[in-house]
């Protein structure tokens, strides 16, 4: 079989966290052709959509080995598989390339589903959720932001569309820059940014949990490095083998209705304490992660659970 990847350019790829060369590997395994994509070429024309793409392999087992033939033009309709596995952020390009992919052939199978993940930005889906994600607040007004700080003294502020733990401050109104972390967010984000009740628990690291096709199936505990309340691997995070708690099950049993109705396939939830933090279905990560502490190999599953 074809399958296709929109992804980043896989030269900007970190090799030893990346989760879709994974992904890619595994596929070559099963003897399929691979294809790579970016969003930026998608072009509909003759009631299709066409890519500029070119075919990937790997030469050993390393994800290092990688190599890609020229470019060619690819029709996506011929295609049985396409893996939508561009990092946020999450903006007009991201939901044009949703729109168009939506017009191919409903034959092919989409991981995720374009709707599904346009309807799921990761700091919105989870309001779904209000009983089990922390007090949070959507907004661009310094007077909500006061009078949320007024309840909860300690929050976090952070980019809706953000990822990786980029751009992700802790508001406290003792701190002398209290006033200038808001003024930043208000002057330099043109659509609303969100503050959730900072979580003591997060010292201890935050749960990552890969969930496929609606089932949890592997957890790490991701760690802050010293003096940082960020837990993110992009940030230096540090990965341990954790298993699911009751409170996770239960969290993963809440979602999964929701998750099987958007199509939304590969998921990665995280969860602080007792809470859920976020839902991300755009390119989910840790599969390499978890392979090395658990020896779960997620892409294997991913590929085992396909139609």
Do not use: W
Request: a positive charge.
């Amino acid at each position: 079989m074809k399958f296709g990847f929109q992804m980043d350019p896989v030269q900007t790829l970190n090799l030893d966290t990346d989760s879709t060369l994974p992904l890619i590997f595994e596929s070559q395994k099963r003897k399929n052709q691979n294809y790579i994509f970016s969003p930026s070429s998608l072009t509909f024309k003759e009631n299709s959509i066409f890519v500029t793409a070119r075919e990937i392999k790997f030469k050993t087992k390393k994800l290092s080995s990688y190599i890609t033939n020229k470019e060619k033009i690819l029709n996506l309709n011929s295609l049985s598989y396409i893996f939508i596995r561009q990092d946020p952020p999450y903006n007009m390009e991201y939901i044009s390339s949703m729109h168009l992919l939506e017009q191919l052939n409903s034959k092919i199978k989409f991981i995720n589903d374009p709707a599904g993940i346009r309807n799921a930005p990761e700091k919105i889906l989870m309001l779904k959720f209000k009983d089990i994600i922390p007090p949070t607040l959507i907004t661009r007004s310094k007077n909500e932001i006061d009078y949320f700080m007024g309840k909860y003294n300690r929050s976090v502020i952070k980019p809706l569309y953000g990822n990786g733990g980029q751009g992700i401050y802790l508001l406290d109104k003792r701190d002398k820059n209290y006033n200038q972390i808001i003024e930043k967010f208000v002057d330099e984000e043109n659509v609303p940014f969100i503050v959730q009740k900072f979580l003591p628990e997060i010292t201890k690291g935050d749960k990552r949990i890969i969930i496929i096709n609606g089932d949890p199936v592997a957890a790490l505990k991701r760690i802050p490095k010293k003096n940082e309340f960020r837990s993110n691997i992009h940030v230096g995070g540090n990965c341990v083998a954790v298993g699911l708690s009751r409170n996770d099950r239960k969290i993963c049993s809440i979602i999964k209705e929701t998750l099987m109705r958007e199509k939304l396939f590969f998921v990665g939830i995280d969860i602080i304490g007792n809470y859920l933090t976020e839902i991300n279905v755009t390119s989910p990560t840790c599969i390499q992660e978890i392979k090395k502490v658990h020896k779960i190999d997620v892409a294997k599953i991913i590929f085992d659970k396909l139609d």
